[in-house]
DNA sequence: TTGACATAGTGTCCATATGACACTATCTTG
DNA sequence: CAAGATAGTGTCATATGGACACTATGTCAA
């Protein structure tokens, strides 16, 4: 037992993992074992441990559920409403993290709950407030794609002008100038030609390109 | 006394107070009366009540360190490193405020507590990680003074545009061509013309605007 | 009264960025 | 070797941003 003279909140942190795979921007999500919110699916996200910082307990929490380590993470939001859980005050610091199309990999669950990707689009109904944080780290996305060079996180390290476009087209769920966009994303100097040519169907095999910095975000214009 | 089956940090919400008077960004400080850093200059905030939302907490250590409410306020960041306070685990939500400069007016201090303005060229030495906090505060504001209206906060419900002007540059820190700011700021169209001016001095006097919607802060571009 | 002073207010031009738009190139496969 | 599929490429018109200097209108003091 732990005893304080005035009461305490419990902190945790929620992440919203996305990642692209089959066209679609997709999230994962865990099912509920226990109650609240029993059998609905939530945010992966667990209890900050007393001596990790919250980033760490986010990353500790993202390499549980997908084995993944070292791919971009941003604190997004802290949500605090007293009422956001029935069990007692739970403030929740929520991150958001981008994994690379290539790296996407299902840890064995963790307590044996179900776990899975969701297309953004089609998300069912959410635990807690979620639906918030995930609409959130969404908007927060599609602003960062316009001002930052965050759109390479989800690629591998090597990669085509036309998948690269292809993040934008389904952040954005627009459709994006071929020539318009090359030229501009060219013109960034991030990324560098490699000779490497993509060859995977019945047609012309696309230039491989790398980015200049992996893992950096540049802020640009 | 409060107790828990596992241990539970203390949450805590800071508050960067943002004005502007006689030509210079200034924060409020508040000198501290007690160990840890006793003596030092700190951020106001304080404990968060276990009914209150975060937001909340913030606007009540604002108002009681300044006696002003309805201002803009905005989370900023929360900090946690686990050894940011020596006593115990501290979790601080923070958030940053904008005062209007004709609303400055410091409230007797709440717990007869020396409480300033200080000069963001010009800090003392912080209490714990604030100097983190600060900078990431005024980095926010930079940043949002280029995509958002967010200027208009520090102003009186009627201004001139050389008193607008005068916040970039003061928070910029360089100077502003005053055709072309007129010329971007007018055409944003978030402000009307008032038939007031404003004259203060042995010289022309000048128009006074008033922002279409106050309160509501724009992204822009 | 008038001239000195101080701040308000105003327009043009050039360089750059942006956005619309269509065809050729190169590979695989039947 | 023709059909099909995706890669790759340039121009022009418009919008935007930034440099730049002078006139307007008030107060105040001599």
Do not use: C
């Not at 859980?85 to 403030?91: A, K």
């Amino acid at each position: 037992m732990y005893s304080y003279r005035y009461p305490h909140p419990a902190v945790t942190t929620d992440i919203v993992i996305f990642t692209i795979r089959d066209g679609q921007l997709k999230l994962l999500l865990i099912k509920r074992g226990g109650e609240p919110h029993q059998g609905r699916w939530a945010l992966p996200g667990g209890f900050v441990e007393m001596d990790e910082d919250l980033e760490t307990s986010a990353r500790r929490e993202l390499e549980e559920e997908t084995g993944v380590s070292g791919v971009y993470l941003e604190q997004l939001y802290t949500f605090g409403r007293p009422d956001r859980d029935p069990r007692e005050r739970v403030i929740t610091v929520a991150y958001y993290a981008l994994i690379p199309s290539d790296q996407v990999r299902l840890q064995a669950a963790t307590d044996a709950e179900a776990v899975g990707w969701f297309a953004f689009e089609e998300l069912p109904p959410l635990a807690f407030d979620h639906d918030a944080i995930v609409a959130m780290a969404h908007q927060r996305l599609v602003a960062k794609l316009d001002y930052s060079t965050i759109a390479f996180q989800f690629l591998p390290r090597e990669f085509t002008l036309s998948e690269l476009q292809d993040v934008y087209e389904i952040i954005l769920r627009a459709e994006v100038d071929k020539r318009n966009f090359r030229k501009q994303v060219l013109a960034l100097g991030k990324l560098v030609e490699t000779k490497k040519m993509k060859r995977d169907g019945a047609h012309r095999p696309a230039r491989l390109y790398r980015v200049k910095s992996p893992g950096k975000v540049d802020i640009i214009k």
